[in-house]
């Protein structure tokens, strides 16, 4: 016995056997069949094997049926499609979770990064820091020691302008005051000193003056 | 293959209104299935308790329809499960002949009595050339030729790829064609 060489129609013997073909493919096949005596006779061989399957007991289907469990109520409601769009939309909440934790995290790097690579960025933040912290300490409102920001800024803007290494020498977003020299520090002082406890003019010009800074 | 009876009603129709309550269609599903499952079990090599093994077999489909999502057959989905009832009373049995050794009075048994009638059922030469097979080989040859099962059907009962389905039949032929040609 030898086999065809079309292996399509080799594949496909057991399905016309089975009855499991299409119309046209069943044509096809059968056409086939009967025009080569390889296939002829493997789909006989076929036939003789599932012919020669042991006998089955009868099987008592009432009997199954009893032993059933009953379709229950909580069953039903579980297999209903729409079930399946809650767990859905479980899924998505999920991720968009995952999206913004993620998102979060990676912008807080990022951040951290450009604070600590550009300290000229973040230098109107520091002075805001700077002047909120002297503020605290001499007992003045924000407002009063903004008019500072004035004196304090120049000296800030042109530590931000050095060498990052310089920079952080100088300023320190985390070490503040305590990081500056003592002639840095006593320049300071004499500048708070020197600010009148009103301010002899609206602050808006200083603000325009961080903004500017801030998005260079 | 999604088994409809001569009404039209499809596996998936019956078990809709098995769901809803309707008993019947429970009837109806087992009455389709239930010599199929009889068949693949002895010609698999099962002799005892057939009926008890179809009965586990449609006890644990319909206790566990919320797994059945309906992406295979229902018939291929019994296949898979009296297969795993299968292979556990195969352990089972293995264990217990481990432990308990064999009287020689035992050898009279009911199970004897069942090998003669095997033996006098397989006396073909192509019977003896498909039980010759290789354990996987002869599982995936029972579901194509005697079950009708595509390969894709048999992947997803014995837990394997389509591919591999198909190259263990043509190995099974193969080797079938060479037992019977000897």
Redesign the interface.
């Known amino acids: 016995?030898t086999?065809c060489m079309n292996a399509e129609v080799?594949?496909a013997l057991?399905?016309l056997?089975?009855?499991?073909l299409g119309d046209i493919d069943k044509a096809t096949m059968t056409a086939h069949v009967e025009s080569c005596a390889d296939c002829r006779e493997?789909l006989r061989?076929?036939q003789?094997?599932?012919a020669?399957?042991?006998?089955?007991?009868r099987?008592?289907?009432?009997?199954?049926?009893a032993?059933?469990?009953?379709?229950m109520p909580s069953?039903?409601d579980?297999?209903a499609p729409a079930r399946a769009r809650p767990r859905s939309s479980m899924m998505w909440k999920a991720m968009a979770v995952v999206a913004l934790l993620t998102t979060a995290v990676t912008f807080g790097k990022a951040r951290r990064q450009a604070i600590e690579v550009s300290p000229a960025a973040s230098s109107a933040s520091a002075v805001r820091q700077e002047v909120a912290s002297q503020a605290a300490k001499t007992g003045q409102s924000e407002g009063t020691t903004r008019a500072s920001v004035a004196t304090v800024a120049p000296a800030v803007v042109a530590a931000a302008a050095r060498p990052v290494a310089a920079a952080r020498a100088e300023l320190s977003l985390t070490g503040g005051v305590q990081d500056l020299s003592d002639d840095q520090l006593q320049s300071l002082l004499s500048g708070l000193d020197s600010v009148q406890g009103l301010p002899a003019a609206e602050p808006e010009a200083v603000t325009i003056s961080l903004d500017d800074n801030e998005g260079q | 293959m999604n088994s409809s009876n001569p009404s039209g009603e499809s596996d998936q129709d019956l078990i809709a209104r098995w769901r809803a309550g309707d008993s019947r269609a429970a009837s109806l599903l087992v009455g389709r299935h239930a010599d199929s499952l009889a068949r693949f079990a002895v010609s698999s090599g099962e002799r005892e308790d057939i009926e008890e093994l179809v009965q586990d077999t449609f006890v644990r489909a319909f206790a566990s329809l919320d797994a059945f999502r309906g992406e295979s057959s229902l018939r291929t989905w019994l296949f898979t499960i009296e297969r795993r009832l299968m292979l556990d009373r195969r352990r089972t049995e293995r264990r217990q002949k481990a432990m308990v050794p064999i009287e020689p009075a035992d050898a009279t048994t009911e199970y004897d009595a069942l090998d003669s009638l095997l033996a006098e059922e397989t006396e073909s030469r192509v019977r003896k050339a498909v039980e010759s097979l290789s354990p996987t080989q002869h599982e995936v040859f029972l579901l194509r030729v005697e079950q009708g099962l595509s390969y894709k059907e048999i992947a997803d009962v014995v837990g394997t790829t389509e591919g591999a389905a198909r190259v263990h039949y043509h190995n099974a032929m193969r080797a079938v064609k060479e037992f019977v040609n000897d």
Do not use: F, Y
Request: aromatic share 0%; hydrophobic share 45%.
């Open positions: 016995m086999d080799r594949d057991p399905d056997m089975n009855g499991r493997e061989l076929l003789e094997i599932k020669s399957a042991p006998m089955a007991p099987i008592d289907v009432s009997k199954i049926v032993a059933l469990p009953a379709a069953t039903i579980h297999l």
